[in-house]
């Protein structure tokens, strides 16, 4: 580009030049020859010279390298090497998240071992249950079906009717005690409050007692509770019933 306005400036220079040299109205016709001598050489070489400079000042310009303002920008090695590890990352992290949001096969197996144990659960709660309602059933085979149901969720509530009929009934002591200690489990029977408070308030057994103060903690918030283990714990004439309904005011 910067050649083909070189060569337009020289065209127009070099067309002004012969037009000065040659132009009829330029200089009287009886001085035209002479003038011309003088004039033509020295007109010439100025015009070559200045299309000689505006030639060199376009070549330089078409070398130069692009600026903005003032200030050349040249390419940054270090700068684009940045940009594509930020990009990396970024992309790593949206492939991240994209994966994380995908929704999860579930674990067959472990959904069938879940099922199977709840199955299994159900089987024996049904079982114990049995064995409890059983009339032909004994008062042990039915205190070791009431053990096993401790870890148990939920009991029927014919069970604990029966399980409640034996701790109130039973001439032995070690019977109702291990009644109402069994009844200290994960499972919750509001019909067992009134049956514990009467054991701990009249039993002649401090072991009933004391089992009875211990199991009271899980109905804290059922009526006459707290008056009665409070009672318990000031007055029980057994240090170990004072101790246990002690223990249980403290987890309120």
């Known amino acids: 580009m910067a050649a083909a306005l070189a060569g337009g400036v020289a065209g127009a220079a070099f067309g002004a030049a012969t037009a000065l040299v040659l132009a009829p109205d330029a200089v009287p016709a009886n001085a035209a020859s002479t003038r011309a001598e003088r004039v033509a050489p020295a007109a010439a070489s100025e015009l070559a010279d200045r299309v000689a400079a505006i030639e060199a000042r376009l070549a330089n310009l078409e070398l130069a390298p692009v600026a903005t303002g003032s200030v050349v920008r040249e390419p940054s090695v270090e700068a684009s090497a940045v940009d594509d590890e930020r990009i990396e990352r970024l992309e790593a992290t949206v492939a991240s998240l994209v994966a994380e949001a995908q929704p999860k096969a579930p674990d067959t197996e472990e959904m069938l071992r879940r099922i199977a144990s709840r199955n299994a ?80 308030a009249s039993d002649t057994s401090y072991r009933v007692r004391s089992e009875a103060a211990e ?38």
């Not at 079906?145 to 109130?168: K, N, Q």
């Not at 509770?225 to 004439?237: Q, T, W």
């Not at 004072?242 to 249980?248: G, W």
């Open 215 to 252: 199991t009271l903690a899980n109905y804290l918030d059922e009526p006459g509770v707290i008056a009665a283990l409070e009672l318990a714990a000031s007055s029980d004439s057994s240090d170990e019933v004072r101790s246990e309904a002690r223990d249980s005011l403290g987890k309120r």
């Open 121 to 200: 659960d159900n089987e024996f709660v049904q079982d114990s249950e049995a064995t409890i309602l059983d009339p032909a059933a004994s008062v042990e085979e039915k205190m070791n079906a009431w053990r096993m149901l401790r870890d148990s969720r939920s009991v029927s509530d014919v069970v604990i009717d029966e399980m409640i009929r034996i701790g109130t009934t039973s001439a032995d002591p070690n019977v109702r005690a291990d009644v109402w200690r069994q009844a200290d489990g994960k499972y919750r029977s509001t019909a067992l409050v009134t049956p514990l408070l009467s054991a701990l």
